[in-house]
């Protein structure tokens, strides 16, 4: 337990410091502008100044003659030496030494904190204390009136309060590791302490104590009566002069301390009244003493306690005098105060293991100056009511003062409490051993504040909590002599690869074993950790995401194959596929999907066997099975070791194409219907539709057949001749295609509103957080109920009724050969080349993504084992007769984002962060089980309107651009400088070079888009991809190495921020930081 040390120098006030010159850049501070104060260091074993009590010997100004010149203080700038050749030691030097050593005791472990203020006021005829500010992370007020909290926010302070605070350390009580197992022992270590310490007379110990164990009320209870608690008036900082908070000053021409040399433990407190009420008098005479008897009765002045007449009688004292254990509740106290309930609403932000300060701050009128006292609990105790929430109390300040003493306290305890939920001044307070260092923390702390000009800000406004709150970790850091050499990026890459499985083993299957020895211990958390509602609605989600384009792709498959695949295969490969990849693959959380180049280069198969005459399927099966073999082969050698190559410019040239190309495709679908249901623009047209059917030479018809009977689509079936004017009028059908419309716009509108609801200012987050991860699911029943109560027949999803293969003359299990040529498997080798390039790149560029460092992925990646697992996948849908799965970048892209883990925002105002991605196996599992029982479902399923899926289309290609930071960059390329984000590469890189590396990017979006578009050409879009890396290899002529790892990098953004700024930091100042370290060291 540290009291003020006779023998140790009081480091000088800042108010009387000379001043010092300093030369900080922009980049230190980032354009703001910072007070910055010295911290004397006294070596051990220096001569120091004998320390009196009574009388301080201060050191006056020196003259301006006797300063050096300009010259030599430009010389001199930044250095650790005074004027007057003394060694000075810049504050946050001192504290990084603080923080810098070791904690061998238990006790100095630091906690999260809950900071609370407390003010003494009175209610009724009463004292008590009133909660009226609290913090986490940021400040609540209790608003005018007091019925409820402000909202949070940062906490804005005068510079005064910060200095007067500063002061009160540097004069008042510190007690450090005191041992009191309750508020009245703490009461009176404290007292104990000023009395010996000179600051508070032994006749004045009582009326402090009782002050301090008056009833703490706060916020949450209620009250037994109506009456509202008057706060102390608190004044402008205009009216500040004088620094009153040393015990040390005097008012002129008012009575002393109630400290006296007479002062005696004997004094007697005399009851008295007046219209002030009750209260404790103590007799003063006229020179200021107290006397220990009244002379005549009678007293020329009265220092009183209100309603404090007759000792204990009248005085409410708190239950905070009894401790309790940690985990115990209040409820515990022997004879605690029934009335009060912990707020255990509120005990859901604190984080667990926090720790409680309390600050006390009031006016009394038996006390002529001001006392403080700073104290921190050797072994933190749960206080009774001092605390609004049961968590043990660690420190504690009181600041005790006369009415109208011309020195807001209220600011004072703010300034404190801001102190005490500073990151840095947490741990200094936790790990400081005397005096000296909580001097070194405030003072680091005013070295870093920013001051605002009171013309240009109104200190009213409440400033709102940051999305992201920055890292403090730099002015923790010391900085070294001599830096370590920057690390080899080479090797950093190369262990990157190493741990993600991207490095070659040199043995046959390592990186397989690998991949299987990082995801086995796993493997029974990728179930338990599903058990979550989030997990329910991304199944849910995902399942109609998946549904619609497997139909779709079956349709369009069962007209390129001449039926040998469609819809009720497509159903069945997804099944199988997502099932199989599901249980076994090393990244579950990659959906298999059907694609558009395999839809091609399965066209291309079947036009060449109708060609040649050849059975499509058998031959397909030879193709499937050494495109299986290969990829055996590549998985064998490693060879996804090469999507290391597969950076940042291709991964997201691939992903912004295929999100395109899902905005595209969900508009032109809606824009088909519109072709297929036409609206009747021009109400005054005459619509001729005479059309009649007649008999042609090719009609194979009975002789009696009835041809006037009938339709369009009959006539072409029974190979009939159309005839009459009307037969290509078209047939216009009301209402649909603006129903459609309105379907699809509602759904893609409501699932976009719904997904950001987590951040409005609705419902508990609780509720937000489920509407927003059902969003897309909300959006699909609300507008398919919508469709439904309207009636109008818009087109509905088809889905097959039964489980039996689409044509009729094949099975489902394929014949290798049936009638083709033995030579024909080895033939199928050249197309299965092709085959392999595509599914490979298809699937690597998804792995890619889905593996980002941006998603916070924990139980690694699984290149290797995925390939393998699809391998085998598709060499069952080869034998079955099935269409081949591979990884969807878009439905993938969205699981992921469905999956999202922010953290709950426990500490008010504070905004949630992104910690990761959900990562388990049982969606996938549910998504594609769902997909096989489809069949089962057709009765609700062909009630949803397919325009609403074409607006989950729309909403999941938007939903996929974002956080593509190409995408980013064509926005800005069309934004103003001045309106252009904040965004780290445009720190590093001159515009003009963002916007060329952005236009070859495009470029190569452009040609992608264009050979995609043509059937002659989209076979080839693999081989592009792989262009594209070479492209991207010939920017390095272009380019500086920098430039390329800003512009095309996978480092998250914070983490690449941090390192640029203290890569600057560190360069301007590494040497001074180190002499002033070592320095301190030596002291």
């Known amino acids: 337990m540290e009291t003020r040390a006779d023998d140790d120098e009081a480091p000088t006030d800042p108010a009387a410091r000379k001043q010092m010159h300093h030369d900080y850049t922009e980049q230190d501070f980032a354009g703001h502008r910072a ?55 810049p504050p946050a030097q001192r504290v990084q030494f603080i923080l810098g050593e070791d904690v061998d005791d238990g006790a100095l472990e630091s906690h999260p904190l809950f900071s609370e203020m407390e003010e003494l006021v009175k209610d009724g005829d009463e004292l008590e204390w009133k909660e009226t500010a609290r913090w986490i992370k940021f400040e609540e ?105 040393s015990c040390k000053n005097f008012q002129d021409g008012g009575s002393r301390s109630c400290r006296g040399s007479s002062s005696s433990p004997n004094t007697a407190l005399l009851q008295a009244s007046d219209a002030r009420g009750s209260y404790l008098a103590v007799p003063v005479d006229d020179g200021g003493t107290t006397s220990g008897h009244s002379h005549k009765g009678e007293f020329s002045r009265l220092l009183g306690i209100p309603n404090a007449g007759g000792g204990e009688e009248g005085m409410v004292k708190s239950p905070s005098s009894i401790s309790m254990q940690r985990n115990h509740s209040t409820g515990d106290l022997p004879n605690g105060d029934v009335n009060h309930k912990s ?17 006390l701050v009031g006016e009394v009128d038996f006390l002529e100056k001001t006392l403080s006292a700073f104290v921190r609990l050797k072994t933190a105790i749960i206080m009774g009511d001092l605390t609004e929430v049961p ?170 194959t001449g039926k040998n695949m469609a819809a009720m295969e497509s159903l069945i490969s997804g099944f199988v596929c997502g099932m199989g990849y599901g249980f076994f693959s090393g990244q579950p959380l990659t959906i298999l999907g059907s694609t558009g180049p395999v839809l091609v280069f399965e066209t291309i198969v079947f036009e060449f066997c109708k060609q040649i005459g050849w059975d499509y399927m058998a031959f397909r099966f030879c193709i499937g099975t050494w495109i299986t073999i290969i990829l055996i082969i590549l998985v064998a050698i490693d ?39 036409p609206l009747k623009t021009r109400p005054d047209e005459v619509l001729n539709y005479e059309c009649y059917c007649l008999p042609s030479n090719y009609s194979r018809v009975p002789e009696q057949f009835n041809w006037t009977a009938v339709d369009k689509e009959s006539c072409q079936i029974y190979n009939g001749t159309l005839a009459g004017g009307g037969c290509d009028t078209k047939v216009y059908v009301p209402d649909v295609f603006l129903m459609s419309i309105i379907l699809f716009l509602g759904t893609f509108i409501i699932s976009v509103i719904l997904k950001d609801f987590k951040n409005s200012l609705f419902f508990p987050s609780k509720v937000r957080q489920i509407i927003s991860d059902f969003s897309v699911i909300i959006a699909i029943l609300l507008m398919s109920f919508l469709d439904f109560k309207v009636g109008v027949k818009t087109p509905k999803l088809e889905v097959p009724a039964e489980f039996k293969p689409t044509l009729p003359s094949r099975n489902w299990i394929i014949t290798p050969f049936k009638g ?86 426990a500490a008010p105002g504070e905004k949630p962060q992104f910690l990761g991605v959900r990562e388990q196996r049982v969606t996938h599992i549910l998504i594609f089980l769902t997909i096989g029982c489809s069949v089962v479902l057709t009765p609700v399923l062909k009630r949803i309107p397919m325009p609403v899926l074409f607006g989950v289309f729309l909403y999941m290609g938007v939903a996929s651009l974002k956080g593509l930071q190409f995408f980013d960059r064509i926005l800005i390329m069309f934004m103003p400088q001045k309106y252009q984000p904040d965004h780290m590469f445009l720190r590093q890189v001159p515009i003009r070079r963002v916007h060329l590396f952005t236009t070859i990017q495009l470029t190569c979006l452009v040609c992608l888009w264009v050979i995609k578009s043509f059937s002659l050409t989209s076979i080839l879009f693999p081989l592009m991809l792989v262009v594209m890396i070479g492209i991207r290899k010939s920017l390095d002529l272009f380019f500086t190495r920098r430039e390329l790892k800003i512009l095309d990098d996978v480092m998250p953004e914070m983490t690449k921020r941090n390192q640029d700024e203290l890569h600057e930091l560190g360069n301007a100042e590494v040497g001074w930081h180190a002499k002033m370290f070592r320095l301190c060291r030596r002291n």
């Open 820 to 905: 083709n040529p033995i030579w024909s498997a080895l033939a199928a080798i050249l197309p299965a080349l092709l085959g392999t390039i595509l599914i490979f790149m298809d699937q690597q560029i998804t792995a890619v993504i889905v593996n980002r460092k941006e998603n916070k992925l924990k139980k690694g990646c699984g290149y290797h084992l995925d390939l393998f697992v699809l391998a085998i996948l598709i060499q069952i849908c080869s034998i079955m007769g099935l269409p081949w799965f591979v990884a969807a970048t878009v439905l993938s892209i969205n699981h992921v984002n469905s999956l999202k883990v922010e953290s709950e925002c």
């Open 141 to 245: 007020d209790v608003e005018e009136g007091g019925n409820r909290w402000s909202k949070p926010h940062v906490a804005t302070l005068s510079l005064h309060s910060l200095f007067e605070l500063r002061s009160l350390i540097l004069n008042g009580s510190v007690i450090l590791d005191m041992e009191a197992g309750s508020l009245e022992q703490v009461a009176e270590n404290v007292l104990d302490n000023m009395v010996a310490d000179g600051c508070l007379g032994y006749d004045c110990r009582e009326k402090v104590k009782e002050a301090l164990l008056r009833r703490h009320r706060h916020q949450h209870e209620r009250r037994n009566h109506n009456n509202m608690s008057k706060l102390p008036l608190i004044r402008s900082l205009a009216d500040i002069g004088k620094n009153h908070s």
């Open 391 to 560: 968590v043990p109390t660690r420190f504690m300040f009181v600041l005790l003062g006369p009415p109208n003493s011309n020195s807001s306290f209220h600011e004072i305890g703010r300034a404190m409490a801001t102190l005490m939920s500073d990151e840095i001044f947490h741990e200094v307070a936790y790990r400081a051993k005397k005096r000296d260092h909580l001097l070194a923390g405030i003072d680091e702390f005013l070295d870093a504040v920013t001051v605002l000009p009171p013309g240009e800000w109104d200190p009213a406004i409440r400033i709102e909590p940051p999305a992201a709150i920055p890292s403090q970790d730099p002015r923790k850091r010391p900085n070294d002599n001599n830096p370590k050499e920057e690390p080899d990026e080479e090797e950093q890459e190369q262990k990157q690869r190493e741990e993600s499985g991207l490095s070659r083993t040199g043995v046959l299957f390592g990186g397989l074993m690998n991949d299987l020895k990082r995801k086995i211990p796993w493997y029974w958390s990728d179930f338990k950790d599903a058990l979550a509602i989030q997990c329910v609605a991304s199944w849910i989600f995902l399942y109609f995401a998946c549904l619609s384009p497997i139909i779709t792709f079956g349709g369009l498959l069962g007209e390129a």
């Open 343 to 359: 707020n255990t609403n509120f005990m859901r932000k604190i984080p667990p293991g926090a720790e409680a300060s309390n600050i």
């Open 639 to 677: 060879a996804s070791a090469l999507v290391c190559y597969i950076t940042r410019f291709t991964e997201e040239n691939f992903a912004t194409l295929i999100a395109f190309i899902f905005i595209y495709k969900a508009v032109e679908n809606v824009i088909s219907i519109g072709k297929n249901y």
């Open 35 to 89: 007070t910055v104060f010295g911290y004397r260091n006294v070596a051990e074993g220096a001569p120091r100044r004998a320390f009196h009590r009574t009388k301080h010997h201060h050191r006056k100004p020196e003259k301006d003659s006797d300063r050096p010149g300009p010259p030599v203080m430009a010389r001199i700038r930044r250095l650790s030496v005074t004027d007057d050749g003394e060694t000075l030691t």
